[in-house]
């Protein structure tokens, strides 16, 4: 799994995945949602351009770190989400539950 982050202003950050997000990767993938949190930001946009998998691992690793933004009032959205991807969370019945923008700027201006 590759990511970078970009800073933003207000606490905000962009996150930039890039591979699949399965059994072997998604612990990467908390750790690094996470290690923004303690950072301090609380606003992360998650940018899934570059995903094209994602399995139940993955799934349950947005699950946790959803909860762990609700308990510090943070907020975090998804970007430019791959059709397939995208796909597994309307299978799940979890798509209302994140927030899935097109764009960067329509994501902070949402959040």
């Known amino acids: 799994m590759e990511y970078s982050v970009k800073e933003l202003e207000n606490y905000t950050v962009i996150i930039k995945l890039e ?9 990467d993938v908390q750790d690094i949602v996470n290690e ?5 930001n609380k606003r992360i946009i998650i940018d899934m351009e570059d995903v ?21 009032d943070g907020k975090m959205a998804m970007i430019k989400i791959t059709d397939t991807v995208k796909k597994v969370f309307e299978l799940t ?13 329509e994501a902070l201006e949402k959040l």
């Open 36 to 40: 923004q949190i303690d950072l301090g």
């Open 19 to 27: 591979g699949d997000i399965d059994i072997y990767s998604s612990s």
């Open 52 to 72: 094209h998998y994602i399995d139940s691992s993955g799934i349950g690793v947005f699950i946790s770190v959803l909860s762990s933004f609700k308990k510090i």
């Open 93 to 105: 019945k979890l798509i209302n539950f994140f927030p899935m923008y097109s764009t960067e700027t």
